[in-house]
């Protein structure tokens, strides 16, 4: 079994937790995981390791969410002349942010959310989210870890990580 699965397993097998709640606290987990992760390669850059925790603290969700959305815009940043691999994988990382973000957003806030086991729900108006679903969300953040791996040198992923700290002047 993938760390994903065990993930979702261990929040899907407490006894004294809902099948929901466990469902929730999973997507949640999935983007902390990757939030947490960023944050992390941006304070190694820091040269005083005593400070990291306390660095670590000035990101700000909606900023790093922000900086993420910038990546995107293809009229903001067209990565001229950047590796277009490299940018590409870049995107990737900054568009799994995004989605993980969004998705934890529903787990945390939206109580209208349907949770189940049960699979088959392309016909229901309601969102519906599986179990699958839920591994689903940890693989992604697996993907944008093992996707970051090979980027995290180059001079287009260190100004990403810059950018969760510096306010968009465009």
Not at 31 to 41: N, Q, R
Request: hydrophobic fraction near 45%; charged fraction near 20%; charge should be positive.
């Amino acid at each position: 079994m993938t760390y994903c699965g065990r993930q979702v397993n261990s929040y899907t097998n407490q006894p004294k937790v809902s099948r929901k709640q466990a469902l929730r606290m999973a997507v949640s987990s999935a983007y902390y995981t990757l939030f947490h992760f960023l944050i992390s390669e941006a304070v190694a850059n820091w040269n005083q390791a005593s400070l990291w925790a306390t660095l670590g603290r000035a990101f700000d969700h909606a900023a790093m969410k922000s900086a993420s959305s910038r990546v995107l815009n293809a009229g903001l940043y067209q990565f001229r002349r950047e590796d277009p691999s490299v940018a590409e994988k870049l995107r990737k990382v900054a568009k799994a942010f995004i989605a993980l973000q969004d998705k934890r957003h529903t787990a945390d806030y939206n109580n209208s959310t349907f949770w189940t086991r049960l699979s088959g729900h392309a016909f229901l108006d309601t969102p519906f989210w599986t179990r699958n679903d839920a591994l689903d969300f940890f693989t992604t953040a697996e993907r944008a870890f093992a996707l970051w791996q090979q980027i995290r040198t180059a001079q287009i992923a260190q100004a990403y990580l810059v950018s969760f700290l510096v306010k968009n002047r465009a």
